[in-house]
């Protein structure tokens, strides 16, 4: 195969190329040859697959990287990208080439500045230490690169938390949005969120000193509520920004956050009806997530949601209601009761998701077997033998006479779990 790499074809080569790619480390012996072939290569797609082959491999960090750097100043900007990239396997290891990569945080190609950001998000503090420095150059597209590439350490850029609070606040949408995701990303990492040293020194241009694991267990407790508690009062005060991506990352860092972004409760729950889809879902899975202490008076909000007209966005809502246990069961009970018919399909979805602690919805479910429609029908059968409605099953006997198929298999299902026999459904 390594002889292949010199073949009269192009197809040769770089079929050549993909085998050894194939091997990974077995290749090892291959990578000096793969290492010409990438640089030399006349061919453009020859070149990219003995990247991509060394990437696979893995090996000899010292040579390959060394020749990846080179290629980063190819004038095709797929080579680069694919260079940039297979750093990325290398992690730590290609720690040399943290200074070329932050270069190319500006590249004029957005593939090659996303690959270059991907790699340096998985490279250690040295690559932390770099991006910061990156966020006082005053090009947008170099801070909007450190930006996204810091999100890539999580926890690990904790130390970065006050450089990048400020952006939260920028004009530019775009790098409100990326500070914000930085934050969800860093906050939401429940490892080790690295070193402390902008605790006591927030205005510190310089990597903290690092600690020993006694240091380390001993500051983890303040340091965690510390990037919390900045990450949280962000959140809150851009929740409600006029841009949708800027209030989509303020959201999800909500939900991300879990129980630790209850506090938020009040301040989530009007994105509940929020214009865009997406960001009402995430409304709802931060809702949530948050747990039924810190959100139980949101359950009115949460059964108006469902009637969402997104399918996903329903399926949020119910998780969240079923998150909130039994304190959801009286507004459900209100509706089971008048059966509005927007929000009817929704609340017997979350009734079969509560199961047995909803058992006293059971007479609040009967009289919807025989209701119009054939969805409230099969619905309301599932709810039955999902609750453990044991009283029920004479009316799911008659429900398996149901012209619709789709009732007809709910009313099976719900006396099979009920341990009741019956005839198969028709």
């Not at 020859?46 to 100043?73: C, H, K, Y």
């Not at 450089?163 to 949408?173: H, K, N, Q």
């Not at 029908?377 to 799911?396: D, H, I, K, P, Y």
Request: aromatic content about 4%; glycine content about 10%.
């Amino acid at each position: 195969m390594v002889s292949e790499l010199q073949a009269a074809t192009t197809a040769e080569r770089a079929g050549a190329a993909i085998r050894l790619g194939e091997l990974g480390s077995n290749a090892n012996t291959a990578i000096d040859a793969l290492i010409m072939s990438a640089l030399h290569d006349s061919d453009h797609l020859v070149r990219i697959r003995a990247i991509r082959a060394l990437e696979r491999i893995s090996g000899q960090a010292n040579v390959t990287v060394t020749a990846l750097i080179e290629l980063l100043d190819d004038p095709h900007p797929e080579i680069r990208w694919a260079a940039a990239g297979a750093m990325e396997s290398f992690g730590l290891k290609a720690v040399v080439a943290t200074p070329a990569l932050v270069e190319m945080l500006d590249d004029p190609d957005p593939a090659v500045r996303g690959s270059a950001a991907s790699t340096l998000g998985k490279m250690g503090p040295v690559a932390v230490a770099a991006l910061m420095q990156v966020l006082d150059d005053p090009n947008r597209g170099k801070k909007l690169s450190a930006l996204k590439a810091l999100a890539g350490h999580g926890a690990r850029a904790g130390v970065a938390v006050p450089r990048i609070t400020p952006f939260a606040g920028d004009p530019d949408p775009e790098l409100r949005a990326a500070a914000l995701l930085c934050l969800r990303r860093i906050a939401g990492d429940r490892n080790w969120p690295g070193e402390s040293g902008w605790l006591t020194d927030p205005q510190a241009q310089i990597w903290p000193k690092a600690m020993t694991s006694a240091e380390r267990l001993r500051g983890y407790p303040s340091l965690r509520r510390a990037i919390v508690e900045a990450a949280l009062g962000v959140f809150g005060e851009f929740v409600g920004d006029p841009d949708p991506r800027v209030r989509y990352e303020a959201v999800k860092g909500f939900a991300d956050l879990g129980e630790e972004g209850r506090s938020g409760a009040q301040q989530v729950a009007p994105l509940l009806r929020d214009p865009e889809s997406r960001i009402r879902r995430a409304a709802a899975d931060a809702v949530g997530g948050m747990g039924s202490e810190a959100v139980s008076d949101l359950v009115p909000e949460l059964v108006s949601a469902l009637a969402d007209h997104d399918d996903n966005v329903r399926w949020a809502v119910i998780q969240a209601l079923r998150n909130v246990g039994s304190d959801a069961l009286p507004e459900l009970t209100i509706v089971l009761e008048y059966g509005d018919p927007l929000l009817l399909p929704g609340v017997l979805a979350t009734i079969v998701e509560l199961g047995p602690i909803a058992a006293e919805a059971a007479a609040y479910l009967l009289p919807h077997l025989g209701a119009g429609q054939p969805e409230i029908r099969a619905l309301a059968a599932e709810a039955l033998g999902s609750v453990g409605a044991v009283q029920a099953t004479g009316a799911l006997h008659t429900a398996l006479d149901d012209q619709a198929e789709e009732v007809r298999l709910a009313a099976a299902w719900a006396l099979a779990t009920l341990g009741a026999d019956g005839p198969v459904a028709r």
